[in-house]
Structure formats: C-alpha cells, structure tokens
C-alpha cells in the first residue's frame, strides 16, 4: 500500500476542517479589511468636501468684500467726475454708460472675448501656457 492509501479517513476530515477553519478566517478577515478600507475611504471623501467647503466659503467672503470696496470706488470716481463736470449726475451718468458698453462688448459685440480672458488668466495661475 502506498503512503495515500494508508491515510485515516480521520486524518481528511480534520485537515477539511481545519482548510474550513482557514477559508472562513481568511474571508472573514478579508471582509474587515475592505469594511475598514470603505469607512478610511469615506472620512477622506468627508476631508476633502470640507477643505472644498472652506475655499469655496472664504473665496466668498473675499468676493463680498471686493464688490463692496468697488461700488464705493465706482461711487466715488461718478462723483469726481460730477464735480468736475460741475453736475454730479453727469458724472454718474459717464460711469453707467462705461458698465452699459462693456456689457453690450461682452455679450453682443464680442461674446467670446470675456470667456477667453477668464481661461488665460485661469491657465497662467495654474503654470500652463497656452
């Protein structure tokens, strides 16, 4: 008889147990790694949307501030060109004339021109040339 033939019956159930035993550990153990894998996952999505958050908060706020201190700057050259003009209205007629034409530019006349100003200046800020 040969080595194979000599084994125990006993012998194969324990070691299908014990490849069991194994297989069910292994996957078990596979199982919590991909759970802790998808909870890591998710709390770097949750990081990231918050950083995101924050720029897009504070980019806002800086915004407000801008168009404020600019009304006051558009303001403020209406009503010196007003008293030079000796009439303050004349004055805050030039400065709404101005926006009226750069918005007929930027919409009618040259639709474009805005659109590839913003990109250029979007690229440069990133290092690519264009």
């Known amino acids: 008889m040969s080595q194979e033939e000599k084994r125990n019956p006993e012998q194969d159930d324990q070691s299908g147990k014990t490849i069991g035993k ?24 949750k990081i990231e949307i918050t950083e995101k958050l ?13 168009v404020a201190g600019l009304i006051y700057l558009i303001t403020t050259i209406a009503l010196l060109i007003g008293e030079l003009l000796g009439h303050y209205y004349l004055g805050y007629l030039i400065v709404s004339s101005f926006f009226l ?26 290092g690519q040339k264009n």
């Open 22 to 45: 194994l297989i069910d550990s292994t996957v078990t153990s596979s199982y919590e790694d991909l759970l802790a894998i998808i909870e890591a996952r998710a709390e770097l999505i």
């Open 54 to 66: 924050a720029v897009v908060a504070s980019l806002l706020i800086i915004a407000i501030f801008l």
């Open 101 to 126: 034409l750069a918005f007929l530019v930027f919409t009618k006349i040259r639709p474009g021109l805005l659109k590839n100003l913003i990109h250029k200046i979007l690229l440069s800020s990133h």
